[in-house]
Each structure stands twice: as C-alpha cells, then as structure tokens.
C-alpha cells in the first residue's frame, strides 16, 4: 500500500529518467533531476536538522520550485509555498503563524524574503542542490513516515480575508490524486498546462499526477494570461492536451473572441470550476473543440482540492447551470438543512464532506478547525469527521448535485431571502456582458452589481427590470474595464465589496442614478 507521494516519483524515475517532467518553455527538469535535485534539498535540511516542521518555499514560479517541495518532504517536512505577488502583509501573517525554522529561495527572491520579520534562516536553492545525496539518512526518514503525515500547508483567506492555514497530508493528497487522474484519464501522454499559481492547493491537479504517470506539467508564464492570443499559441507550440483551469481564464479567452482567430489545435481534456460557468461562454469553448471532454470540478481546499466532477455530454440551456455532479469516489457529500436532516429531493443545503480527502484543519488554529471539521450529525454511534464548506447546493431532477451559492451570498433585503447568484446568473445570460459579480453591502444596505460588456448601466437596469422582481434589483451598477481577481484567479469579492463601501459619495450619486432609470 502506497503511504507516501514519493513513491509516485520514484517509480516513475525508473521508467522515463530523461523525459521532461516540468517547463516553463525556458528552463526544464527531466524526472531524473527532479529526483536527484530534491533528494539532495532533502538530505541538507534533514542534515541540517530540519525535520517534522514546515519548510517555507519562496521562489518564483518555475521548474525548481517543484523540486523544492519534493525535497522538503524527503526530509520529513512540510512545505509552505508563498510568492513575490503576494501581498507583504499576508506574508508577514503567515510568516506569523507558522514561525519557520527555515525559508529555501533563489537568487531573485532572496532579498525579498531577507525584508521580512521572519527569523528563519535563509538557504539558496542553487547550494542546495549541490549537496551531496545520502540514502541512509533519506531512508531513515521514509522509515519513520506515516501517511496521515503532513505534507504542505497552503493558506486560503476566503471570505474573511485572514489566511487559514489549511495543512494536508500524505493519505489524503494520494486518493484525491488517484481518483482525479481516473475521471480525467491522465497518462503518460498527458501534456498539462498550468494555470493556478503554485502556492494554492489547484496546482495539484498537475504536479502530482505528472509524476504518478510520467507525464509533463508546463508552467505557463502568468503574464500570458494578459495576452490570450499568445496564451492559445502557447499551448499549440507546446502540445498542451490537457488544462485545469479556473473559470475566468476560459472566458477570458471565449469572451474577447480569441478562439475566432486561433485554435488550440491539441486541447481534448478541459477541466475546470472554481465558479459557474456561463454557458454561452462554455458553449463558444464546446462548438470550437466538439471532440474534447470537458468536467466540471468542485470542491474546496480544505478536502485537498476537487470532491464531485461532472462530466458535460448533454446540451444546456443558457439559464442552466452546469452540474457538479458527483463525489468522487471514497468520498461522501451530505446536504444538511439548519437542523442538521438531510434535506429532501430539490431542496437545498449545505455541502459537507465525509471521506478521506479531508485535510487535517487548519495549522495552530484549533478553535477554527473545531467550527468546521465535525462530527457528523447524522452519526451518533462513533467518530466521524465531516467539513461543512459553507456552499449550498440541491439535487436536480436527474439526480445531479447543483452548486447554488456561498451561504454566505444568500441575504436577506427588503423582506425577501436572495441568491445574488441568481442576479449573475441574469446577468450572465445578456450577450453583451462578459463577467459579472454581486455583492451585498450589509453595512449600507444595498445590493450591488459590477460587470464588465459592452453595455450602458441605463440599459443594463432596464432589462434587468425585466427579468428580476424589485426587490432583487441592484441598488448601484457599475462597468468594469476588468474584473478584479483573487491570485487563484477566483472574482475577488472582498476587494469590490471594500472598493463600494469605501467611495460613499459616488456611489450615492450611483444609486439615485439607479432609482430615476
């Protein structure tokens, strides 16, 4: 029985050593020197005395990176990914929280990481892997592993905006990874092109089965996704067949007409989720490639990353949503009401999770994973761990699992329970928007809409009166030039939320606006 995602590694080094495992397009690394590279990162920090503790990992998005987490979990570790691009005081708190022994960083991110607090001592990854390979004392680690140890810490803000250190371990990423790879039919012949940046649990989807199955993972450059036009071509020069995306780079590209001028020629596994998606937009994606598979994922971080999939292989009307479909195998998915019963066929509940994939909770924060991770309710005869997810979701008629909404995007104004999903969801179906998103103001009030299309605000309220109630309609309308996104891609609603709440007077002008029209 496999107890340690190494074993993927180790395997596959046997069978493809010079292959190339991970690229950016510049710089590249064969499985042969990704398994010599973090064994010896391994053997300088067991030597050094690191073990059983996190490891931070600051260096920029490249092929080493990867190594480095490998080589932090030789040694018995686990790795803490942060980036350049991350704001310095989120950095500061997770720095705050975990209190590192130790950073590993290149040559580019050193300095960055030396204007920190943290007192944890610096090594290069350069002279890391310089460092001569000792098997016993590898071996020695691996021994000693068990599989519910840990193996990264990510941290995830959600809604609050405080980052929660979500810490996974060895048993849960290594059934999350051999479930996805059989509903997404990885391979050998896998090309990944990768989107998520490497400190949030999505890159998983690539790392790991790039070195389960000996496939390649290219790193795309993020400036790419400024120029969609190069990003298709990217993947054409590259033979990228497979991507695992958020959303909002797929409409990115379908919703600036790209797949008009260029077509990515190679593409035959599209996953994606993290939000809806619109289906006039998934629609331009599906009559482009009609022979590609195409899977919606859900799930959060705190379940090591997807939970239920579904495969898209009938037509949807444009009001429809996309089903989330299915847990993955060995995992449960319960819809709970507010008295904790299981809610009836078309109703809808809370998501919770029961299974393996769980993670272990969050890093030094008891008290939160305590309100999360629970015993489930509906098990009263021995311990069972269940993480409620705050999403809500109901069954269709076919049986299939339908995201519905945060618990925290369903509020109440004028009298009335609201989904402000169902507002995008309107939205979403005007030809002329490409993306929008509903926020509400508790503190003001008022219900707030932002998107970005081609189209008046005036006229953007007046087919919206059309189709919504009064009481759902948005206080304030606003165009954007470009949504603005969380790092992981995901619309960032605590930064429109921040940007309404802040700039009172204009948006009193707005809402007059919003009255008269």
């Known amino acids: 029985m496999q107890i340690n995602v190494l074993e993927y590694l180790e395997k596959t080094v046997l069978r493809v050593p010079e292959k190339v495992a991970y690229s950016d397009g510049t710089a590249s690394l064969t499985f042969r020197q990704v398994f010599d590279q973090s064994r010896a990162v391994g053997t300088c920090l067991k030597k050094s005395g690191y073990t059983r503790e996190p490891v931070v990992v600051f260096m920029r998005k490249h092929p080493d990176v990867v190594a480095a987490f490998f080589g932090t979990v030789y040694a ?78 990510v941290f995830t803000s959600g809604s609050t905006g405080v980052p929660k250190g979500v810490a996974a371990c060895h048993r849960s990423v290594i059934d999350y990874i051999e479930h996805l790879s059989d509903v997404l039919e990885f391979s050998q012949e896998t090309v990944f092109g990768n989107q998520a940046p490497l400190y949030f649990d999505a890159c998983l989807k690539e790392l790991y089965p790039t070195i389960k199955f000996g496939a390649t993972t ?70 482009v490639l009609p022979y590609a598979v195409f899977v919606n994922l859900y799930g959060p971080t705190e379940a090591t990353g997807m939970s239920c999939y579904y495969r898209v292989e009938r037509e949807f009307l444009e009001e429809e949503a996309i089903p989330i479909g299915q847990p993955f195998p060995n995992t449960r998915i319960l819809l709970l009401d507010q008295d904790n019963r299981l809610v009836q066929q078309g109703e809808t509940g809370e998501i919770c999770i ?34 409620r997810t705050g999403d809500l979701g109901r069954y269709n008629e076919r049986g299939e699992l339908l995201f519905i909404s945060r618990k925290d ?4 104004h004028m009298g009335h329970r609201i989904e402000l999903g169902e507002i995008e969801a309107n939205v979403n179906l005007l030809e002329e928007v490409l993306i929008s998103c509903c926020i509400y103001s508790s503190k003001k009030d008022k219900i707030v809409l932002y998107y970005v299309g081609e189209i008046e605000k005036a006229v953007m309220a007046a087919r919206l009166k059309k189709c919504l109630p009064r009481y759902m309609m948005p206080n304030w309308i606003e165009p954007l030039e470009q949504m603005p996104l969380t790092p992981n891609g995901k619309v960032d609603r605590v930064f429109l939320k921040r940007r309404y709440e802040e700039g009172e007077g204009e948006h009193k002008a707005g809402e007059n606006e919003n009255r008269r029209n």
Request: charged share 25%; aromatic share 14%.
């Open 76 to 153: 018995g570790n686990f790795y803490v990914p942060i980036d350049e691009e991350m704001p310095s005081y989120r950095v500061e708190l997770i720095f705050k929280t975990l209190h590192p022994r130790v950073l590993i960083c290149d040559r580019e991110t050193q300095k960055l990481a030396e204007q920190f607090s943290c007192q944890g001592q610096i090594y290069l990854y350069e002279e890391m892997i310089q460092t001569a390979i000792e098997e016993e004392c590898l071996a020695k680690v691996r021994r000693e592993a068990i599989d519910t140890d840990p193996i990264y810490i």
């Open 218 to 287: 290219y790193l795309i450059p993020k400036e790419l996704f400024m120029f969609p036009i190069k990003l298709v071509e990217f993947l054409n020069q590259y033979q990228i067949n497979t991507i695992c995306w958020v959303v909002s780079a797929l409409t990115m590209i379908s919703g600036l007409g790209v797949l008009e001028k260029v077509k990515p020629n190679y593409l035959k596994t599209i996953a994606f989720g993290s939000e809806v998606f619109p289906i006039k937009q998934f629609r331009i994606w599906r009559n």
């Open 354 to 387: 029961v299974g393996t994939p769980l993670t272990l909770g969050y890093y030094k924060d008891f008290e939160r994973t305590e309100q999360v991770f629970v015993q489930n309710p509906l098990n009263t005869f021995y311990p069972e761990r269940m993480y």
């Open 409 to 412: 995007n369903q509020i109440k």
